[in-house]
């Protein structure tokens, strides 16, 4: 038994019920301790002013009729993990061989177009660590000269040729992370590139975060600062109040990050004048990004896509979603397109049609071109 408030209490059974029909309503386990979840329910209780957790438990369950239902009560319980460059072997895979060996395939059919999901994007940081890469990689230079997917590479090439020398001298081999990358092929230099970015997240403040592209100077520790000054325009209180717009911005981004959805990011830094630092993502950065809100066990489909990061997702599942969300990600993807995951997670769907690649030491999955024929493209 645990005490809620004054006069109410939450037997154990009931906590296994709790968890029992959020795991039904949308796949995701709660896997937090008892104290957490019933530190949490007290506080949703007076929140919305419900006298018992049955009344929150019946809530649930009717939540067919009200969508918005699960959402409310999961922010500030799930713990989602964030951050700019959080998976930088990721990030590198993608610049250095995913979006040239994407490209030198579609430029042959005319203008080029890439598709990338962020699939349970968060607050937003994966999305446009994704678009910042993409605007290094992308060709002619038309993104950020000072990226900071160029900052990695230029980071890797150093100790690549350090790996590389110290192989030869060994046995004459120079081959890196599993792939030869001497094989990786150069971006044609031209204009016709079209990038399309969609992030999705099951929380709506979590979304909300994420289109205002606003983040305490904390969030942004260890970027480089050739990255920051190219991509974030640095904006203070002080300013701001200066500017009604801006204001708000900043009034919204500390509602929204307080839920515990945003790694710590609720807590800018201060100057010594009382100023709080925040930085906002560039427009250049930003058109390149449409956000909305998702239920990946629930997902309504919008359209095929070249890549698919799905980074730290599947823990939160039962094995039975993770299973059904693996196949959809494959459905979803084009044929030759590719699946980033965590390195922690693994292919539970053992029947789908992947083929695992590594570069550098991060490994991810592409979908064969023929695997159109078997799963109905």
Same mark, same amino acid.
């Given at each position: 038994?645990?005490?809620?408030?004054?006069?109410?209490?939450?037997?154990?059974?009931?906590?296994?019920?709790?968890?029992?029909?959020?795991?039904?309503?949308?796949?995701?386990?709660?896997?937090? $301790?008892?104290? @957490?979840?019933?530190?949490?329910?007290?506080?949703?209780?007076?929140?919305?002013?419900?006298?018992?957790?049955?009344?929150?438990?019946?809530?649930?369950?009717?939540?067919?009729?009200?969508?918005?239902?699960? $959402?409310?009560?999961?922010?500030?319980?799930?713990?989602?993990?964030? +951050?700019?460059?959080?998976?930088?072997?990721?990030?590198?895979?993608?610049?250095?061989?995913?979006?040239?060996?994407?490209?030198?395939?579609?430029?042959?059919?005319?203008?080029?177009?890439?598709?990338?999901?962020?699939?349970?994007?968060?607050?937003?940081?994966? @999305?446009?660590?994704? @678009?910042?890469?993409?605007?290094?990689?992308?060709?002619?230079?038309?993104?950020?000269?000072?990226?900071?997917?160029?900052?990695?590479?230029?980071?890797?090439?150093?100790?690549?040729?350090?790996?590389?020398?110290?192989?030869?001298?060994?046995?004459?081999?120079?081959?890196?992370?599993?792939?030869?990358?001497?094989?990786?092929?150069?971006?044609?230099?031209?204009?016709?590139?079209?990038?399309?970015?969609?992030?999705?997240?099951?929380?709506?403040?979590?979304?909300?975060?994420?289109?205002?592209?606003?983040?305490?100077?904390?969030?942004?520790?260890?970027?480089?600062? @050739?990255?920051?000054?190219? #991509?974030?325009?640095?904006?203070?209180?002080?300013?701001?109040?200066?500017? +009604? !717009?801006?204001?708000?911005?900043?009034?919204?981004? !500390?509602?929204?990050?307080?839920?515990?959805?945003?790694?710590?990011?609720?807590?800018?830094?201060?100057?010594?004048?009382?100023?709080?630092?925040?930085?906002?993502?560039?427009?250049?950065?930003?058109?390149?990004?449409?956000?909305?809100?998702?239920?990946?066990?629930? $997902?309504?489909?919008?359209?095929?896509?070249?890549?698919?990061? #799905?980074?730290?997702?599947?823990?939160?599942? !039962?094995?039975?979603?993770?299973?059904?969300?693996?196949?959809?990600?494959?459905?979803?993807?084009?044929?030759?397109?590719?699946?980033?995951?965590?390195?922690?997670?693994?292919?539970?769907?053992?029947?789908?049609?992947?083929?695992?690649?590594?570069?550098?030491?991060?490994?991810?999955?592409?979908?064969?071109?023929?695997?159109?024929?078997?799963?109905?493209?």
């Amino acid at each position: 038994m645990h005490r809620l408030m004054a006069g109410v209490t939450i037997l154990e059974h009931e906590l296994s019920e709790l968890r029992l029909v959020v795991e039904r309503q949308t796949g995701i386990l709660l896997d937090c $301790p008892n104290s @957490a979840l019933v530190a949490h329910l007290a506080e949703y209780l007076e929140k919305h002013e419900l006298d018992s957790p049955a009344a929150v438990i019946d809530r649930l369950r009717a939540s067919d009729q009200e969508p918005s239902v699960v $959402p409310d009560f999961l922010d500030g319980i799930l713990n989602v993990s964030t +951050g700019f460059y959080r998976h930088p072997g990721a990030m590198n895979a993608l610049a250095r061989v995913v979006v040239p060996q994407i490209y030198a395939r579609k430029s042959e059919d005319g203008p080029c177009t890439l598709r990338i999901w962020s699939a349970g994007c968060g607050t937003g940081e994966e @999305a446009y660590s994704i @678009a910042m890469a993409l605007c290094d990689a992308a060709p002619n230079g038309s993104g950020s000269a000072n990226g900071a997917a160029k900052d990695v590479r230029e980071k890797d090439a150093r100790d690549k040729d350090v790996r590389e020398k110290d192989a030869r001298e060994k046995n004459g081999s120079s081959r890196n992370g599993g792939v030869d990358c001497s094989s990786v092929p150069a971006l044609p230099a031209t204009k016709d590139w079209s990038v399309h970015i969609v992030g999705t997240d099951l929380l709506p403040s979590a979304i909300q975060a994420a289109e205002r592209g606003l983040y305490p100077q904390s969030a942004l520790t260890g970027l480089p600062p @050739a990255t920051i000054r190219s #991509c974030f325009s640095k904006i203070g209180i002080s300013s701001a109040s200066q500017n +009604g !717009s801006q204001e708000a911005l900043l009034n919204g981004s !500390s509602n929204g990050s307080s839920n515990g959805t945003s790694n710590g990011t609720s807590n800018g830094t201060t100057n010594g004048n009382g100023s709080t630092a925040h930085l906002l993502v560039k427009p250049r950065l930003r058109s390149l990004v449409t956000f909305n809100t998702m239920n990946l066990t629930k $997902p309504v489909y919008i359209g095929r896509f070249d890549c698919i990061f #799905c980074m730290d997702v599947l823990p939160h599942l !039962s094995r039975a979603q993770r299973t059904a969300l693996l196949e959809r990600l494959h459905l979803y993807l084009e044929p030759g397109g590719y699946l980033f995951l965590s390195q922690t997670e693994k292919l539970s769907a053992a029947n789908l049609n992947f083929r695992s690649e590594t570069f550098d030491g991060y490994t991810y999955h592409r979908k064969p071109l023929a695997a159109s024929a078997a799963y109905g493209r």
